[in-house]
């Protein structure tokens, strides 16, 4: 079946450090790769997605590269702040239409970033 | 877009008593998916539908649980009755057949059980 491995938290670091969130998959054909922010007392937000290998997603400063040969979907950003205290989910969808499209969720990962 | 909707945002009630939780999809949207999030548990997928049919209700945790989808536009989660552990985050999301199929979430509705 489909899994998602997250690294586990809390990763904290200092404002204007560089992050990096690995996440790996197992999955059967070629999945649909996202990463999804959820802030304090809000819900999950999609911050960035990938649909095929080499893709690279990007979104506010972070980014994630789609590497098929490592299975992998690790999350980068150069400088973080203080407003990107969150924690960050990794996930994947499978690609086939007509068969289940419940998304394979990581356990999360929080990031704290202080001043 | 309004985004996914969902009510209550707060819900507190006593145990035994019934609670429905609602959800208004995206409109268009194929698929509307809910779950539940605590510290314990994390993330958990309860059910979800497929054009207003369930299509895996494997997640919901016991017959207390219920949900239904009566038009596109509308779904409901009922706990009847109420246990105070089934406090916790209830989100709704929907997303749709075609493309990568990211689900968008709602804000959730925190259910507190005394």
């Known amino acids: 079946g489909n899994s998602v491995t997250q690294m586990e938290g809390p990763v904290t670091l200092s404002e204007e450090a560089f992050l990096t969130i690995n996440c790996t998959y197992t999955?059967?054909?070629?999945?649909?790769l996202f990463w999804y922010v959820q802030y304090p007392g809000e819900g999950l937000q999609l911050l960035l997605k990938?649909?095929?290998?080499?893709d690279k997603g990007s979104n506010k400063g972070f980014e994630a590269t789609y590497r098929k040969e490592t299975t992998s979907f690790h999350l980068e950003k150069g400088s973080v702040q203080v407003s990107d205290s969150a924690v960050y989910f990794c996930?994947?969808?499978?690609?086939?239409?007509?068969?289940?499209?419940?998304?394979?969720f990581g356990t999360g990962t929080r990031l704290q970033v202080t001043l | 877009d309004a985004g996914v909707i969902q009510s209550p945002r707060h819900e507190v009630t006593e145990m035994g008593q019934e609670v429905t939780l609602r959800c208004k999809p995206i409109?268009?949207?194929?698929?509307l998916f809910w779950y539940r999030q605590t510290m314990m548990r994390g993330l958990e997928l309860l059910i979800y539908?497929?054009?207003?049919?369930?299509?895996?209700d494997s997640g919901m945790p016991e017959d207390r649980f219920s949900a239904k989808m009566p038009n596109a536009s509308f779904s409901t989660l009922k706990i009847q009755p109420s246990e105070p552990r089934d406090s916790a985050v209830y989100f709704c999301?929907?997303?749709?057949?075609?493309?990568?199929?990211?689900?968008?979430f709602g804000p959730g509705t925190r259910l507190t059980v005394t």
């Open positions: 999301a929907s997303s749709l057949e075609a493309g990568a199929r990211e689900q968008y």
């Open positions: 409109s268009g949207h194929d698929y």
């Open positions: 990938a649909t095929k290998a080499d």
């Open positions: 999955a059967t054909g070629y999945p649909s």
């Open positions: 996930a994947l969808a499978p690609r086939r239409t007509g068969t289940a499209s419940k998304l394979t």
């Open positions: 539908f497929n054009n207003n049919v369930p299509i895996d």
